[in-house]
């Protein structure tokens, strides 16, 4: 494994679309978390699994959004009904084991909403 | 309070200087704390881990800690043009199941 994957690297939708995100981990990290990162800011939290269990959700996590992680390996983010404020990158971050070795992170998803 | 504080910057530090940047934490349960780099359009990169308190070098880095005073700092000796980014502090309470960020520190190093 090189590392994690996301694709697509940019994504423009018109608000009101509905988006889907994809992340591969690198393949023995059983812990997979998804960040949001707006301009300026550190990455928010929004949603982790280990394995497939989605195990904790941030109140940043609207209905609008629904995350998955089938079989314990890839994941998705879905948001439906974009809004402007979603505009942001959406960064997947993945680790074995005790948190306390840090993340690695992928490149990122940049979404904007026109 | 935010839980995790830093100066936004930006930091300008000439050529061969050193850099410090400075974190300060409101939980005091946090066990692990991280220095991410972070370049412009990129996604974070871990550049630097510490868990006691003291001094970890790597390289051009050193991280410091001390939980009695809740900071931890990142130094970047011989700093270079290559290390303009900006750098995220991260922290781990330890009861927590995630990474809590900082906003960054922008570091200009100018020739």
């Known amino acids: 494994d090189t590392g994690v994957s996301q694709n697509p690297r940019h994504k423009i939708t018109k608000r009101g679309q509905n988006v889907t995100f994809r992340c591969d981990p690198i393949s023995e990290h059983n812990r997979l978390y998804w960040y949001r990162q707006t301009l300026g800011q550190g990455p928010e939290f929004l949603t982790y699994f280990q394995n497939e269990a989605q195990l904790e959700k941030s109140r940043l996590l609207s209905d609008r959004f629904s995350a998955e992680r089938p079989k314990g390996s890839f994941s998705t983010l879905e948001i439906q009904r974009t809004e402007q404020g979603d505009s942001a990158m959406y960064l997947c971050a993945s680790t074995q084991g005790p948190l306390g070795y840090g993340y690695t992170f992928g490149s990122g998803t940049r979404l904007t909403v026109v | 309070q935010k839980e995790v504080e830093q100066n936004s910057g930006p930091l300008s530090v000439p050529e061969g200087a050193i850099a410090s940047l400075n974190c300060t934490y409101s939980?005091?349960?946090?066990?692990?704390f991280f220095w991410y780099r972070q370049y412009s359009g990129k996604s974070p990169e871990l550049i630097m881990s510490i868990y006691s308190n003291g001094d970890k070098e790597d390289g051009r880095f050193t991280a410091q800690l001390n939980k009695a005073s809740q900071y931890v700092s990142l130094l970047i000796r011989d700093s270079q043009p290559s290390d303009s980014a900006t750098y995220l502090c991260a922290v781990d309470t330890g009861t927590a199941s995630k990474l809590t960020f900082g906003t960054g520190t922008r570091l200009q190093v100018t020739l």
């Open positions: 939980d005091r349960g946090s066990q692990s």
